[in-house]
């Protein structure tokens, strides 16, 4: 019995540890009704890279209490939206110091049970301060940063397309995004996007 309490302090020290290393973005986000009554704030979002899928994936909570300067989260149905979308294997090699590419690709939206496809323009860029040396030992993703936005219709992600007392459009924008490379056990912070092929 000892050891099993041993055994779970353990656990919690190196999650604890482990969700103190990773860093959160800088999120836009708009949201419309009828596209005229518009609203404008800033969030953090947490951007993960996962080798073995070749995917970006981005967590945005709107009900973050911290971060969160936006009042309208309130009457959303659910307050995590995920965002994936599959790059191509070599997406990170071959960009140089300035240099700045914009793939178009097709990703998902994950949010209130319902997935939806989103085309996307994903933009990369090397940092200036990188000048290209990456510390094996540190995360191989820390010197890139990336640009991609997207828009949802909360109707198409609602079980009843009834009238709500919240905005009906909701923009998303990332902006120098930092890249967290995703860690064998991290995947629960993915929830169910994680395994959705």
Same mark, same amino acid.
């Given at each position: 019995?000892?050891?099993?309490?041993?055994?779970?302090?353990?656990?919690? $020290?190196?999650?604890?540890?482990?969700?103190?290393?990773? =860093?959160?973005?800088?999120?836009? *986000? %708009?949201?419309?009704?009828?596209? *005229?009554?518009?609203?404008?704030?800033?969030?953090?979002?947490?951007?993960? +890279? &996962? %080798?073995?899928?070749?995917?970006? +994936?981005?967590?945005?909570? $709107?009900? !973050?209490?911290? !971060?969160?300067?936006?009042?309208?989260? /309130?009457?959303?149905?659910? !307050?995590?939206?995920?965002? /994936?979308?599959?790059?191509?294997?070599?997406? $990170?090699?071959?960009?140089? =110091?300035?240099? /700045?590419?914009?793939?178009?690709?097709?990703?998902?939206?994950?949010?209130?049970?319902?997935?939806?496809?989103?085309?996307? &323009?994903?933009?990369?860029?090397?940092?200036?301060?990188?000048?290209?040396?990456?510390?094996?030992?540190? &995360?191989?993703?820390?010197?890139? /940063? *990336? #640009?991609?936005?997207?828009?949802? =219709?909360?109707?198409?992600?609602?079980? $009843?397309?009834?009238?709500? %007392?919240?905005?009906? *459009?909701?923009?998303?924008? =990332?902006?120098?995004?930092?890249?967290?490379?995703?860690?064998?056990?991290?995947?629960?912070?993915?929830?169910?996007?994680? #395994?959705?092929?």
């Amino acid at each position: 019995m000892k050891t099993i309490a041993t055994l779970i302090c353990l656990l919690a $020290f190196v999650l604890k540890g482990r969700s103190q290393d990773i =860093l959160s973005s800088s999120i836009s *986000i %708009e949201t419309c009704m009828d596209s *005229i009554d518009c609203y404008s704030g800033n969030n953090s979002g947490i951007l993960f +890279y &996962d %080798e073995t899928k070749s995917a970006l +994936y981005l967590r945005v909570n $709107f009900n !973050d209490e911290k !971060d969160s300067i936006i009042q309208w989260y /309130k009457g959303l149905p659910e !307050d995590n939206l995920y965002f /994936k979308v599959v790059v191509p294997p070599d997406f $990170f090699k071959n960009t140089a =110091l300035y240099d /700045k590419k914009v793939i178009p690709l097709t990703g998902l939206i994950f949010y209130n049970g319902y997935w939806q496809p989103q085309k996307v &323009d994903v933009g990369l860029f090397v940092t200036e301060s990188s000048n290209l040396v990456i510390d094996t030992k540190t &995360d191989p993703y820390q010197f890139f /940063k *990336i #640009n991609f936005a997207f828009t949802l =219709l909360l109707s198409e992600f609602e079980e $009843f397309h009834a009238v709500t %007392e919240y905005h009906e *459009i909701i923009s998303v924008g =990332l902006s120098s995004g930092r890249i967290n490379e995703l860690k064998p056990g991290m995947e629960p912070l993915l929830g169910a996007a994680y #395994n959705h092929e």
